[in-house]
C-alpha cells in the first residue's frame, strides 16, 4: 500500500455521463398455459436448442393443449429488431400469446 | 427469459440496456454450451415452476410502467483526499484496473489536453454497453488515471473512435469487448508517431517496460470500463480472464520491414499515423524451423490455433528472409490459409447435438481423415513486422474485424504537436549500468 501523503487533491470523475434509455413495461402474463400457443425464441448458442426443446417437451406433458412455434435468430449478437428480420419477428410475435427465449450461453 | 445462473447480471443488463429493467429472467443450471443432454434436462427441470410462473403470474404495476431513469450525470469532481485515499475510492467504485491509478486532478487533465485541439467537451459518441458519452475531457481524465502523456490522447482518442466505429454485431467490438471467449483490444500503431512518442517495436515489445505501450493499452482498457460501463462478471463475461487487458500494444518496425506497413495496406500513405485493433484470445509464441522461407511458414502454419483472425508478428531477418525468397505479405497469408488444413469431423459436436462449430461446413457429418482450410479467407490474417534480436514468431489470435470493415484509424494531431513531442520525447527508461 503506498504511503500516505499530508496532500489532498481533487479528483475529476472517470465515470461518463449516460442518457436515460426510455423504459417500456413487459407484456401482460396469460392466466394459464393451457390452450396458449408459446413462442420458443433461441439464439444460435449451442444450448439454446435443446435446451428449449426440453422446455417445450414438459410443457406438452403439463398443458397438452398448449401448442408451440419456434424463432431463430442466428446473430445471437444483434437484436432481431435491428436485423431485416424484424417484421418476420413482429409477424411471428403477433401469433403466440407468450414467448420463453434463452439468453447468454 | 432463461439464463444460465450467471449470465443472470448480464441478462437484466442486457435487458435494461434495451429499455425493459423489469424483465422477467429465470436462471437456470443449464451449464453454458451444454451439450449432455441429462445436464440440460436437470437444469430445465429445475427451473420449470418458476417459468411457468413467469409466464403466467399477473404482473406488478412497476413491470407495468417502470419508473424512468433519471439521468446519469456525476459530479464533475467526484473526490477530495490523498493518493491513497483516491486510490481506495476509485478501487471501490469498480473505476480501476486494480493496480494504483495517478488522482486524475484538474491540473493533470489539463496538461492532458493539452494533447489535441479538440474542446473536453466535444462528444466523439456513446460507448457500449451503457452508452457512455465519450468526450474528450472522459478519454483525458481515464488518460491521466493510467498515466499517460498527453501525447498519447490523440492515440486514444483514434483508439475510441475505432471502439465507436467498430462493425456492430458479431465481429466487432459489441462482441468482443464482452464476450465470454475473453477477447482483449489489441492496439497496432503505425506512422511517424510511433516514434515520435516512443512505442515500443523492437526487444520485449509485448513486455513490460515502455511507457507507451503500457499507458496506451492501460487507458483504452479504463475507457472501456469508466465510459463504456462495461464491467467484470456483468457485461463482461470473459470466462477465463485474459492479461491482455491490461494491455496489447505494439508498433510495427516499418524502418526494417520489406513490406508495406500495415496502414498503407489500409489504403494509408506512409507518413500518416494510424492506430489499428483487433480482438485476439491468445498470444502464442514459437520458434521457427529453419531460418528460409519453407522453415518459417511451415512453423507458422504447425503452430496457428483455430479460431476467426489471426496476427503474426515476424522479426526483422525473418520478414528478409521471407521476402528474399519473393514472399510479400500477401503471399504469405494465401500461404497459410492454402496450407493450414484441420479435420473435419473434429470441427461437429461429437453427440451430434446443438450448432455445428463455427467454420463448419453445412451438410453431413464428414468421414474422419477429410480436411479441410482452417482460415476460410486468407484476409482473415494480418503481418507486421516488430520484436527483436532472436528468433521467435508471435501469433496473436482471436477476433476482429470483417476484412474492409472499421478496424483502422487515422490519428490527429494538434498545431502544437512538434513542441508536445519535444517537450515528452526525452521519457524514455535510461538504465543504470552495472
Known amino acids: ?105 | 427469459m432463461l439464463a444460465n445462473y450467471g449470465f443472470a447480471n448480464d441478462a437484466e443488463s442486457a435487458s435494461r440496456g434495451k429499455g425493459m429493467p423489469v424483465m422477467r429472467i429465470v436462471p437456470t443450471k443449464v451449464p453454458c454450451e451444454a451439450s449432455v443432454m441429462e445436464d440440460i434436462e436437470a437444469g430445465v427441470d429445475g427451473a420449470l415452476n418458476d417459468i411457468i410462473t413467469a409466464l403466467t403470474k399477473p404482473l406488478t404495476a412497476e413491470e407495468k410502467s417502470p419508473k424512468p431513469k433519471e439521468p446519469e450525470k456525476p459530479a464533475r469532481i467526484i473526490f477530495k483526499g490523498s493518493l491513497e485515499e483516491v486510490n481506495r475510492f476509485f478501487y471501490q467504485r469498480g473505476w480501476t484496473d486494480g493496480l494504483p491509478i495517478i488522482p486524475p486532478t484538474e491540473e493533470a487533465v489539463a496538461e492532458m489536453l493539452t494533447g489535441t485541439d479538440l474542446p473536453p467537451d466535444h462528444l466523439l459518441g456513446k460507448l457500449q454497453s451503457r452508452l457512455g458519452k465519450a468526450t474528450v475531457e472522459k478519454i483525458a481524465i481515464n488518460a491521466v488515471m493510467a498515466g499517460a502523456l498527453p501525447t498519447y490522447l490523440p492515440v486514444l482518442i483514434a483508439g475510441t473512435i475505432n471502439l465507436l466505429e467498430s462493425e456492430p454485431g458479431f465481429m466487432g467490438y459489441t462482441t468482443f469487448g464482452f464476450s465470454t471467449g475473453s477477447w482483449a483490444p489489441f492496439w497496432i500503431i503505425n506512422g511517424p508517431i510511433r516514434n515520435q512518442i516512443n512505442v515500443n517495436n523492437g526487444s520485449g515489445a509485448f513486455s513490460p517496460g515502455n511507457i507507451a505501450n503500457a499507458a496506451i493499452g492501460r487507458a483504452m482498457g479504463l475507457i472501456i470500463k469508466n465510459i463504456g460501463g462495461v464491467r467484470k462478471g456483468i457485461e463482461d463475461m470473459g470466462v477465463m480472464g485474459n492479461p491482455m487487458k491490461y494491455t496489447m500494444v505494439i508498433a510495427e518496425n516499418e524502418e526494417d520491414s520489406p513490406w508495406e506497413p500495415l496502414h498503407v495496406e489500409h489504403g494509408y500513405k506512409k507518413e500518416e499515423s494510424t492506430i489499428s485493433l483487433g480482438f485476439p484470445q491468445t498470444y502464442l509464441q514459437h520458434w521457427p524451423y529453419g531460418g528460409d522461407a519453407q522453415g518459417i511458414l511451415r512453423s507458422v502454419v504447425d503452430n496457428m490455433p483455430r479460431s476467426m483472425r489471426y496476427t503474426v508478428v515476424f522479426t526483422p531477418p525473418h520478414a528478409k528472409n521471407l521476402a528474399r525468397e519473393g514472399y510479400t505479405k500477401e503471399k504469405i497469408k494465401k500461404y497459410i490459409a492454402e496450407n493450414k488444413l484441420v479435420d473435419m469431423a473434429r470441427m461437429r459436436p461429437p453427440a451430434g447435438i446443438g450448432a455445428p462449430l463455427p467454420g463448419a461446413p453445412p451438410g453431413p457429418m464428414p468421414k474422419p481423415g477429410d480436411k479441410i482450410p482452417q482460415i476460410s479467407d486468407y484476409r482473415f490474417i494480418r503481418i507486421i513486422v516488430g520484436g527483436g534480436p532472436g528468433a521467435f514468431i508471435a501469433h496473436l489470435v482471436g477476433g476482429g474485424a470483417t476484412p474492409g470493415k472499421k478496424e483502422i484509424q487515422k490519428i490527429e494531431l494538434p498545431k502544437n504537436w512538434d513542441k508536445l513531442v519535444a517537450r515528452y520525447k526525452n521519457v524514455v527508461p535510461n538504465h543504470a549500468k552495472y
Open chain 1, 1 to 105: 500500500m503506498a504511503n500516505k501523503t499530508d496532500n489532498v487533491d481533487e479528483v475529476l470523475s472517470p465515470w461518463a455521463e449516460a442518457d436515460p434509455i426510455p423504459s417500456r413495461g413487459i407484456s401482460a402474463r396469460v392466466n394459464d398455459l393451457a390452450g396458449k400457443k408459446i413462442g420458443l425464441y433461441r439464439n444460435g448458442k449451442r444450448a439454446a436448442e435443446p435446451t428449449l426443446k426440453v422446455v417445450e417437451d414438459r410443457l406438452k406433458k403439463k398443458y397438452p393443449t398448449a401448442t408451440f412455434s419456434w424463432f431463430f435468430n442466428a446473430r445471437a449478437n444483434e437484436a432481431i429488431v435491428d436485423q431485416e428480420a424484424k417484421g418476420e419477428f413482429e409477424n411471428w410475435l403477433k401469433g403466440v400469446d407468450a414467448v420463453i427465449a434463452a439468453y447468454g450461453d
